[in-house]
Nanobody, 119 residues
Framework: QVQLVESGGGLVQPGGSLRLSCAAS????????MGWYRQASGQQREMVAT???????NYADFVKDRFTISRDNAKNTLYLQMNSLKPEDTAVYYC?????????????WGQGTQVTVSS
């Protein structure tokens, strides 16, 4: 079955950086558009960034110019480089397959990785 395992979260000070990874198995990773979503406590899950099979990217306005999504198909891994982190970026971050047409997520969610931005 498909498994998506996120890692790389942690506690970081405002202005700091983190790099999240998502290891995928049970699927032909290169055939899927992928995305990062996040969910803060008490809030709905929201899209952070998506990347197509060809490498085209799309970002939520609140992370543009700070976050970078990338993928390594040889390693079946999705990444999210997060710079200039703000307290409002605190959330659990998830990777997921997304539709290549409308970026709507589908399939299994992983357990996520907690990112906490605090001084």
């Amino acid at each position: 079955q498909v498994q998506l395992v996120e890692s790389g979260g942690g506690l970081v000070q405002p202005g700091g950086s983190l790099r999240l990874s998502c290891a995928a198995s049970g699927l032909i990773f290169s055939r899927y558009a992928m995305g990062w979503y996040r969910q803060a406590s008490g809030q709905q899950r929201e899209m952070v960034a998506t990347i197509t099979t060809g490498g085209s990217t799309n970002y939520a306005d609140f992370v543009k110019d700070r976050f970078t999504i990338s993928r390594d198909n040889a390693k079946n891994t999705l990444y999210l480089q997060m710079n200039s982190l703000k307290p409002e970026d605190t959330a659990v971050y998830y990777c997921i397959r997304v539709s290549a047409y409308n970026h709507v997520p589908f399939g299994e969610w992983g357990q996520g990785t907690q990112v906490t931005v605090s001084s």
